[in-house]
């Protein structure tokens, strides 16, 4: 069973920094498209940054040049430094995965997401 497990939220002051991580795990074949999304109280889910598996990136307008997404393929595991963080940046942050599972066809994995809370 293929898994995505984030860690690395927390609190940060405005201007600071956090970098989340997700790991893969499982019985898997291949990974494609990774990437972070994130949901603040009361809004709706949205896209943060997607990165390929050719590393081609992706960035939502808010977070260009702050935001940074990277991945490590010996580790099956995503990366998202935040840096000149701020508040309107609090939300919980999940990591999505397209992979495919060894035996299966592809789908689209989520993990349990991280909170992370910038105060002013």
């Known amino acids: 069973q293929v898994q995505l497990v984030e860690s690395g939220g927390g609190l940060a002051q405005a201007g600071g920094s956090l970098r989340l991580s997700c790991e893969a795990s499982?019985?898997?074949?291949?990974?494609?498209?990774m990437g972070w999304y994130r949901q603040a109280p009361g809004k709706q889910r949205e896209l943060v940054a997607t990165?390929?598996?050719?590393?081609?990136?992706n960035y939502a307008d808010s977070v260009k040049g702050r935001f940074t997404i990277s991945r490590d393929n010996t580790k099956n595991t995503v990366y998202l430094q935040m840096n000149s963080l701020k508040p309107e940046d609090t939300a919980v942050y999940y990591c999505?995965?397209?992979?495919?599972?060894?035996?299966?066809?592809?789908?689209?994995?989520w993990g349990k997401g991280t909170l992370v809370t910038v105060s002013s």
């Open positions: 499982g019985s898997i074949f291949r990974i494609n498209t």
């Open positions: 999505n995965a397209e992979i495919t599972p060894r035996g299966y066809s592809r789908m689209d994995y």
């Open positions: 990165i390929t598996s050719i590393d081609s990136t």
